[in-house]
């Protein structure tokens, strides 16, 4: 959400990837009403099992997406005849990156309640460790063929 609301700024040269969308100045307490209207209702859903065909749709529309980029990645480093200039990992505001790392593992969190349900307990951390070990390798495959494609 930080980003968006960065982008609504006048003066968001500097934060948003196409600044001439921006055209004028949009207040902040205007985004309070819209969250309040879309996340109180889901607030009161007790029964999980009603979303069950939501949570199918955003991992097919998640999937499209990771190959739509991976799709583009290809494309700009065959245009480029494999000229690839690699960005820095520690650059002055690489700080700003942190935050966003957080939500690559807030999955887990659903996973670690199911060890009362499994049957083999004893395999359950390893499970879990390989599943958060797949996690980071993937995240750092995508991010490493992503800064290969455009970086700098």
């Known amino acids: 959400m930080g980003s968006v609301l960065n982008c609504t700024k006048a003066d968001a040269n500097l934060s ?13 307490w ?5 969250l309040m209207l879309i996340y109180v209702p889901l607030v009161w859903i007790r029964n999980m099992e009603k979303l069950a ?3 199918l749709i955003s991992d097919v529309l998640i999937i499209t997406v990771i190959l739509a ?11 480029n005849g494999g000229e690839v200039t690699v960005n820095p990992l520690f650059t002055t505001t690489f700080y700003k ?8 593992f807030e999955g887990v969190a659903v996973v670690l309640p199911l060890r009362e ?4 307990k ?14 980071c390798v993937f995240y750092i495959i995508f991010a490493e063929y992503c800064n290969l494609a455009w970086g700098s």
């Open 69 to 79: 980029i991976l799709g583009f990645g290809t494309k700009e480093i065959v245009d």
């Open 97 to 104: 990156a942190i935050p966003y790392s957080a939500f690559a």
């Open 30 to 34: 205007l985004f309070l009403p819209i």
């Open 117 to 120: 349900i499994v049957e083999d």
């Open 53 to 55: 065909f939501t949570h």
């Open 122 to 135: 004893s395999s359950y951390m390893k499970i879990v460790i390989f599943v958060v070990g797949g996690i």
């Open 16 to 28: 948003c990837s196409d600044p001439t969308l921006v055209k004028e100045q949009v207040s902040i």
